[in-house]
């Protein structure tokens, strides 16, 4: 595999971890770690050998979203390249959603933003119950566009919209009652242990029946998505740009309340 800047990756039999790197911004998404994160699940559709894919982040969160210095460069971007960096995004979702790997979220600490979109994409999820999970885009001026169709495969739409437009925080209880999480844990060893003995399970069964099991049921909920999918980036790329989303990352960045 590639040397990576981002992300880290340990195999162990049929089990690859996948670590998001960067522990000292909480492991929040750029350029490189979207494009680092695409480029190893590309490459695990030629490893038959790997079988499961678990999601962690080093340090004190799981992934805290979007790397907000570098959502702010958008504004320098051309069109073009504004739009691109959008459609990459996407790409690495869709890329995690439609793994032929069975693909499981181990989540502590923060969880805002795009990693709730981590968290939606993968196929089982489970969390240490004191993890602060939030859909925080909108504090900034910004929609929670490229990750709303897949925590729409997990959380009412009733629940969704309360937690987009509050933008509140909750708790890895909370966010199991919501549906975006299968199970939560009071610690992180009891964690680990239902973690081990999960993979153990889905390893003891047959591969192709649920390859098959797993591509069967993306496709059902994924063909009410279908048709929106392609239009996500640019509705992303229009909104990066707003004069809403500038604001809302220089109140950030200087540290004060926007002035929307």
């Not at 340990?10 to 790197?21: H, N, R």
């Not at 987009?164 to 844990?185: C, M, P, S, Y």
């Not at 229009?238 to 809302?248: D, F, H, L």
Request: hydrophobic share 40%; aromatic share 8%; proline share 3%.
């Amino acid at each position: 595999m590639e040397n990576y800047q981002t992300i880290k990756t340990e195999t162990e039999g049929d089990v690859l971890t996948l670590w998001l790197a960067r522990p000292g911004v909480h492991n929040a998404l750029n350029d490189i770690m979207i494009r680092e994160i695409s480029a190893l699940f590309n490459h695990l559709k030629q490893e038959d050998s790997i079988r499961v894919v678990v999601v962690r982040g080093e340090g004190k969160s799981f992934c805290s979203g979007a790397d907000l210095r570098w959502m702010n460069n958008a504004f320098s971007l051309s069109p073009e390249e504004n739009l691109q960096e959008c459609r990459e995004l996407s790409e690495m979702f869709g890329a995690i959603f439609n793994s032929s790997k069975i693909t499981v979220a181990a989540i502590h600490g923060n969880v805002f933003g795009g990693g709730t979109g981590l968290a939606a994409v993968c196929d089982l999820t489970y969390c240490v119950a004191d993890s602060t999970f939030s859909l925080s885009e909108a504090k900034l001026g910004m929609a929670a566009a490229s990750i709303t169709p897949y925590l729409l495969n997990k959380v009412r739409p009733a629940e969704l919209k309360e937690l987009i437009f509050t933008a509140k925080h909750f708790d890895g209880k909370e966010a199991a009652r919501f549906g975006l999480v299968n199970q939560h844990f009071p610690s992180m060893q009891e964690l680990e242990i239902n973690l081990k003995q999960t993979i153990s399970q889905i390893l003891s069964n047959g591969k192709q029946a649920l390859i098959e099991s797993k591509k069967l049921i993306n496709h059902l909920i994924g063909s009410a998505m279908a048709s929106e999918m392609e239009s996500i980036p640019s509705l992303l790329a229009k909104i990066r740009v707003s004069s809403e989303a500038r604001e809302g990352f220089s109140a950030f960045l200087e540290k004060r309340k926007p002035k929307w």
